[in-house]
């Protein structure tokens, strides 16, 4: 079992960043590929980023590219989105989660409860 607790959101403006943590807890954090995920309001929850166990080559969806980056410490069992040039379309709750094994599959095993990102115009 892997207990995830994303921490970091909030209200900020439209063009503002902010960065979003998730502490993991339970297994060993760096045999997993770790993914954030999130869900708008009205709207079903879609992949953002993932990374892989090893901190590698990493992966986002076309509409994140090049604004967001996912990163990891292993050290510190912890994954991190840092958001920049955030849209109003970005407002969603966002979730860390963890999948079954060291490679990307976009597929989560694990999930934590979740951090409210709003972003007002």
């Known amino acids: 079992q892997v207990q995830l607790v994303e921490s970091g959101g909030g209200l900020v403006q439209a063009g503002g960043s902010l960065r979003l943590s998730c502490a993991a807890s339970g297994r060993t954090f760096s045999n997993y590929a770790m993914d954030w995920f999130r869900q708008a309001p009205g709207k079903e929850r879609e992949f953002v980023a993932a990374?892989?166990?090893?901190?590698?080559?990493?992966l986002y969806a076309d509409s994140v590219k090049g604004r967001f980056t996912i990163s990891r410490d292993n050290a510190k069992n912890t994954v991190y989105l840092q958001m920049n040039s955030l849209k109003p379309e970005d407002t969603a709750v966002y979730y860390c989660a963890a999948e079954n094994g060291g490679w990307i599959t976009k597929v989560a095993r694990y999930w934590g409860q979740g951090t409210q990102v709003t972003v007002s115009s």
């Open positions: 990374i892989p166990r090893s901190g590698g080559s990493t």
